[in-house]
């Protein structure tokens, strides 16, 4: 049981280019999460999903998009990448229980040039 | 709209000594609390929740953590700290939002270990 995945570890971009943040996970959870965690500022939502086929905007969706079309994947997009999202990016799960922890990816490592 | 509060962003305490990082936090109704401890280069790991019962849980590693509602408090304690409990720590609220659950994060507490 590998949990949630997060591939890959460190990635530098330049400006302008995209990327896709790969998150698997392998408990077959509903409720899907991405973060981003800058240093001094605690963890901010990104874009979650609550099954296959549904996402929604988190607190700082710009720059990003997410698609779900499995239950297992869940991945980021950036598309203009810039320097503003250099970040450490966390994907996390849970079922459909509110009083359950979400589980969380080792993280991505991203710098943006 | 919820907010959680570590006031303390960085805290030093000696190998053995007693330990409690703070954490205030502010939700409408009753909150899910949740403390968090990350290491260097980690993912989160859940220590401990609250969401009805017992004020007083018990969680991983020998931390516990006491539910004060009167003080919008959830304040982490553990009564002797090893030099592998250096890591950082965030308190997290949680509840329905909007039909989904909403977890804020709090900044987050270094806890540094001296021999």
């Known amino acids: 049981n590998a949990g949630v995945t997060q591939t890959p570890k460190f990635r530098i971009l330049k400006i302008g280019q995209s990327m896709t943040l790969q998150c698997t996970q392998d408990?077959?959870?509903?409720?899907m999460y991405w973060y981003r965690q800058d240093p001094g500022m605690g963890l901010k939502l990104i874009y979650y999903?609550?099954?296959?086929?549904?996402?929604d905007k988190g607190e700082v969706p710009n720059g990003y998009n997410v698609s779900r079309s499995t239950t297992e994947d869940f991945p980021l997009r950036l598309e203009l990448a810039a320097p503003s999202q250099t970040s450490v990016y966390f994907c996390?799960?849970?079922?459909?229980?509110?009083?359950?922890?979400?589980?969380f990816g080792p993280g991505t490592r991203l710098l943006v040039l | 709209a919820q907010s959680v509060t570590q006031p303390d962003i960085h805290i030093t305490v000696s190998e053995g000594a007693s330990l409690e990082l703070r954490c205030n936090y502010s939700?409408?109704?009753?909150?899910?609390l949740f403390w968090y401890v990350q290491s260097p280069g980690q993912g989160l790991q859940l220590l401990l929740k609250?969401?009805?019962?017992?004020?007083l849980v018990q969680g991983i590693k020998g931390f516990e953590a006491e539910f004060k509602r009167s003080q919008s408090s959830f304040n982490l304690r553990k009564p002797s700290v090893h030099w592998s409990d250096a890591a950082e720590y965030f308190c997290?609220?949680?509840?329905?939002?909007?039909?989904?659950?909403?977890?804020?994060f709090g900044i987050g507490t270094k806890l540094q270990v001296i021999p």
């Open positions: 609250y969401f009805s019962g017992d004020t």
């Open positions: 408990m077959n959870h509903n409720y």
């Open positions: 999903s609550v099954g296959a086929g549904i996402t």
């Open positions: 997290a609220v949680g509840g329905h939002s909007g039909g989904y659950q909403k977890v804020t």
């Open positions: 939700y409408g109704a009753t909150p899910y």
């Open positions: 996390a799960s849970r079922t459909g229980d509110s009083r359950e922890t979400q589980y």
